[in-house]
């Protein structure tokens, strides 16, 4: 996906910074149009997951990908070529997928079903995760807006009491074969 925000602000020159941070060795970026994904054959979508894939010769155990339930179409059409990519074949069934939550987007859809079953204690990730959203300090809004960072740790906060840690990231279970 392109890093273009919706302010026409070109944020691909973060995402080495942003890995960095995250310790992110591996990863790549496409020009697709930002917020426009829905001009984009799904087809072309998923053949870029599935090149990726191929080059990298390698099979991952767990998949995170946006939930369908996002207000942001972007998010919903990466949902849609990941699912598709990553569906039953023999060589992905052993695949965990995990669909994620967006704050401003996942919350704001009108019908959201999203429903959270999987918990990561990230308490050890906090300050990692502070300083990769500082990067996008244009991106971030004041309170009461959920994109706010009091708000997230607010957020991973009530995650945490959910499952009995001090702070979590909460996914829904998409696919599991065991």
């Not at 074949?89 to 704001?108: A, D, F, G, R």
């Given at each position: 996906?392109?890093?273009?925000?919706?302010?026409?602000?070109?944020?691909?020159?973060?995402?080495?910074?942003?890995?960095?941070?995250?310790?992110?060795?591996?990863?790549?970026?496409?020009?697709?149009?930002?917020?426009?994904?829905?001009?984009?054959?799904?087809?072309?979508?998923?053949?870029?997951?599935?090149?990726?894939?191929?080059?990298?010769?390698?099979?991952?155990?767990?998949?995170?990908?946006?939930?369908?339930?996002?207000?942001?179409?972007?998010?919903?059409?990466?949902?849609?070529?990941?699912?598709?990519?990553?569906?039953?074949?023999?060589k992905y069934n052993k695949i965990k997928i995990l669909s994620?939550?967006?704050?401003?987007?996942?919350?704001?859809?009108?019908?959201?079903?999203?429903?959270?079953?999987?918990?990561?204690?990230?308490?050890?990730?906090?300050?990692?995760?502070?300083?990769?959203?500082?990067?996008?300090?244009?991106?971030?809004?004041?309170?009461?807006?959920?994109?706010?960072?009091?708000?997230?740790?607010?957020?991973?906060?009530?995650?945490?009491?959910?499952?009995?840690?001090?702070?979590?990231?909460?996914?829904?279970?998409?696919?599991?074969v065991l």
């Amino acid at each position: 996906k392109s890093l273009l925000g919706g302010s026409g602000e070109d944020r691909r020159p973060l995402l080495p910074k942003e890995c960095e941070i995250l310790g992110i060795e591996n990863y790549i970026s496409y020009n697709f149009p930002d917020n426009g994904l829905d001009s984009v054959l799904l087809l072309d979508i998923i053949q870029s997951i599935e090149e990726y894939v191929v080059k990298e010769k390698f099979i991952p155990d767990i998949v995170f990908t946006h939930t369908p339930f996002c207000l942001n179409i972007d998010h919903r059409k990466v949902y849609e070529a990941t699912i598709t990519c990553f569906r039953g074949l023999e060589k992905y069934n052993k695949i965990k997928i995990l669909s994620y939550e967006v704050v401003s987007s996942t919350e704001w859809h009108p019908i959201n079903q999203f429903t959270p079953n999987v918990y990561i204690n990230v308490e050890k990730y906090i300050e990692y995760k502070h300083q990769a959203l500082d990067l996008y300090a244009g991106e971030m809004r004041p309170l009461p807006h959920p994109r706010n960072w009091q708000n997230i740790l607010n957020k991973m906060s009530v995650s945490g009491s959910e499952c009995g840690c001090l702070y979590a990231e909460r996914f829904q279970l998409v696919r599991e074969v065991l």
